[in-house]
């Protein structure tokens, strides 16, 4: 009963077009039933009662197992199921759908058994058997009652399918959003080709680039062979005019080689007695300044206790100078001495200005000579500092030259292996772009099959949209006709079906904007999810109301709410809105024979069946475009996974080709790096042969240092002779002094 009243309540606007009528809720048609039943003949109706007590506990009990089914209900998580169980989901809704016809049928059946059961015998019923009516007339309102409740629980079930239903098409809009953005990426991806044309275009002009550097490279190989076999002509002629002169060249050549060797011999001599002499003198330096150093010490330990010597001798005749004083003074002043006395102190005066002189001069002659010796220990220790220094240098230089050398021998090995390698990455180059000239091709070709394919499915869509055309007119005739039967005749209940391929529905379902929700507990007992309520001035609840005009002779219509949205596409077709997917087209799919064949046991008179039964085509169409649809998507991927493949190709030659210019650019690097080392060693050649030289004049003045340190040791030892002379002299005139006192 739900899905017939919702299939119902959509089939109202193509019933609209011809002639605007009201749509009956459950209780209004159950009542006009009943009242059509109800001036039917008796003998008849007595007739009908005792056929149908069998088979209706048949449907009592058919009726029973279907609401003891379990209601059918959506998952939350629909929208992330995959296609499968998306299918299998939309198969459950339909035979869910299909259940509940079968369902409304029995019901409707019963209902019409009980209203002729319930229809008062006029002719035959006696005086007596009120009570038993009456008893008859509870029990069939009890029964009616259940009925109203199942019926009840059949529009929440269709409230739970409409909602359902609505999710299905807003699944099926997200899946055609999902179409224009595949369509809008495609479109992308050629324009992504365009670009790969342009990239392809550019290679191209490198290619005739490398061809036009190519040629020239073959001309100059050309006039290199040219000039090779000038040069080997010239060569050959040489080698002609040296055999005719070989034997004078060869004695010479051997008399000059012989003189050479001999040369180089006595040069090898030299050079190794040069370097023996050298290392002898470096020997002899290290030695000499080794005993300069040990002399130096030495005269240092010397003259420390000379000057220990001399202080405490100088404290001695001080002390001997003081008491010679005091004994002076403590002399008498005799007449007869008065003569000695002045002598004695003249000498004394004249002995102690002599022995201050001597004390000055000697602390003169002491500091010149610290000074002298202090600046010849700092040259020592300079020139020492400078020969550790030259030997280092020295050691370094030599160990660099080495593995310059090494170095160098390896560069070169490395460049000889680096043109191996750049011949073959100039050979990789060349297959690479015999490679890319293939993809090429192909990729021309594929590009000219995609042409063709499309230029077939744009004219296989035309003949669909022709096809599709032509149906829409075919329905809207039959839609037509079907109005006009229904002006005359009326229907005979109130479970109609809506016909969704009709061209008049589907055109009122594109133009209709607004949609009309309502819920679950703003519906009323009988009503649809689509129904609107009966207006509120009646002023009584909806079961009084249903109580209330279950036997009345008054209907009150309500009008039919506008469809659901959907994309106003001049191009939309009817599968467009209901593809196979979606639970209506699954419907249509299974249940149109089977509504036919209701249709025609009912015996309604209605051109319902032909509609439904017309179904077939349309259905068929919307497979094969379907079909066609997927094959296109098919070959669009096929055609993108083609173009990813090029892609991949372009990108690896692009990165071969890099590779080997990188590679170029390395070698023509390392030959400058060459260069510079080559350069480099020549300057530190240099370098060594001035250090060498610096070193030889250091060892020139490291000689005359020592020469003049020599010197400097002579002057000392006479300096100090001359002190000890003058010390004794001033000693042996104190001593004089003391003996004439």
Not at 396 to 403: F, G
Request: proline residues 2%; glycine residues 4%.
């Amino acid at each position: 009963m739900e899905d017939g009243d919702s299939v119902s309540s959509s089939e109202a606007p193509g019933a609209e077009d011809a002639v605007p009528r009201k749509k009956l809720s459950l209780q209004e048609r159950l009542a006009l039933a009943a009242s059509k039943n109800s001036r039917k003949d008796d003998v008849k109706d007595g007739k009908e009662n005792k056929e149908v007590k069998g088979p209706r506990d048949a449907k009592d009990a058919g009726l029973g197992a279907e609401t003891a089914k379990s209601e059918f209900s959506l998952p939350a998580d629909y929208k992330s199921l995959e296609h499968d169980a998306l299918l299998a989901l939309v198969e459950r809704s339909a035979q869910v759908v299909g259940d509940l016809k079968r369902t409304n049928q029995q019901l409707a059946r019963k209902v019409d058994d009980l209203r002729r059961e319930r229809a008062p015998k006029r002719s035959v019923t006696p005086i007596g058997s009120d009570e038993a009516l009456r008893r008859k007339l509870e029990e069939k309102e009890l029964q009616i009652k259940e009925l109203l409740e199942e019926g009840s629980k059949l529009s929440m079930k269709e409230v739970n399918l409409t909602q359902t239903i609505k999710k299905m098409k807003q699944k099926e809009l997200d899946l055609e959003e999902d179409l224009a953005r595949a369509e809008r990426e495609v479109g992308s991806l050629q324009a992504r080709v365009a670009e790969l044309e342009a990239e392809v275009g550019g290679f191209k002009h490198n290619e005739r680039s490398i061809k036009e550097d190519r040629l020239g490279y073959e001309g100059l190989q050309k006039k290199f062979e040219k000039v090779q076999k000038e040069r080997d002509a010239a060569m050959d002629e040489l080698k002609e005019l040296k055999m005719r002169r070989l034997d004078v060249q060869v004695a010479t050549l051997q008399k000059q080689l012989e003189t050479e060797l001999k040369n180089g011999a006595r040069l090898q001599e030299r050079l190794d007695k040069t370097a023996e002499e050298f290392s002898l003198y470096k020997e002899d330096a290290r030695n000499q300044i080794s005993q300069l150093t040990y002399k130096l010490e030495r005269e240092r330990a010397r003259y420390n206790e000379l000057s220990e010597e001399n202080a405490a001798e100088i404290k001695r005749l001080e002390n001997k100078m003081e008491a010679f004083r005091l004994l002076s003074e403590s002399v008498d002043k005799n007449t007869d001495t008065a003569g000695v006395t002045d002598a004695s102190s003249v000498s004394v005066d004249l002995i102690q200005a002599q022995y201050t002189q001597a004390q000055e001069n000697w602390k003169l002659i002491e500091s010149s000579y610290l000074k002298k010796i202090s600046s010849l220990e700092n040259d020592v220790e300079v020139l020492k500092q400078k020969d550790i220094a030259s030997s280092r240098k020295i050691k370094t230089m030599q160990s660099d030259l080495k593995s310059r050398a090494a170095e160098i021998s390896e560069l070169l090995e490395n460049e000889s292996a680096l043109r191996a390698e750049l011949e073959a990455t100039k050979n990789q180059l060349e297959i690479a772009e015999n490679d890319l000239e293939t993809a090429k091709q192909g990729q021309d070709a594929l590009r000219k099959d995609y042409e063709v394919e499309k230029a077939n499915l744009e004219r296989k869509i035309q003949a669909l949209e022709e096809e599709k055309n032509r149906l829409a007119n075919i329905n809207k005739l039959r839609i037509d006709t079907q109005a006009s039967s229904q002006q005359a005749t009326q229907p005979q209940t109130g479970f109609y079906l809506n016909e969704f391929n009709s061209s008049s529905s589907l055109n009122h379902y594109r133009t209709q904007r607004s949609v009309s929700l309502v819920s679950a507990d703003n519906i009323a007992l009988g009503e649809s999810s689509t129904t609107p309520r009966p207006g509120a001035f009646a002023g009584v609840s909806s079961r009084g109301q249903s109580q209330s005009s279950f036997f009345g002779s008054s209907l009150h219509h309500s009008q039919s709410s506008s469809m659901l949205d959907t994309i106003d596409d001049p191009l939309t077709t009817e599968e467009d809105i209901f593809p196979a997917s979606s639970p209506i087209s699954g419907y249509r799919a299974r249940g149109g024979p089977g509504l036919s064949h209701m249709a025609s046991t009912e015996d309604l008179g209605t051109p319902h069946s032909s509609t439904i039964g017309g179904m077939g085509s349309s259905n068929v169409n919307g497979g094969s475009n379907i079909q066609l649809m997927g094959k296109l998507s098919s070959r669009i991927r096929r055609l993108e996974l083609e173009i990813l493949g090029l892609k991949d190709e372009i990108a690896e030659l692009n990165a071969q080709k890099q590779e080997a210019a990188n590679e170029i650019v390395q070698l023509v690097r390392e030959n400058g790096q060459t260069k510079e080392y080559k350069e480099k060693l020549a300057s530190l050649e240099e370098e060594h042969a001035a250090l060498t030289s610096s070193y030889e004049t250091t060892l020139q003045l490291l000689g005359q240092k020592s020469e003049r340190c020599n010197e400097l040791q002579a002057d000392v030892d006479d300096l100090k002779d001359l002190m000890r002379s003058q010390v004794q002299e001033l000693v042996s005139l104190q001593e004089k002094l003391a003996a004439s006192n």
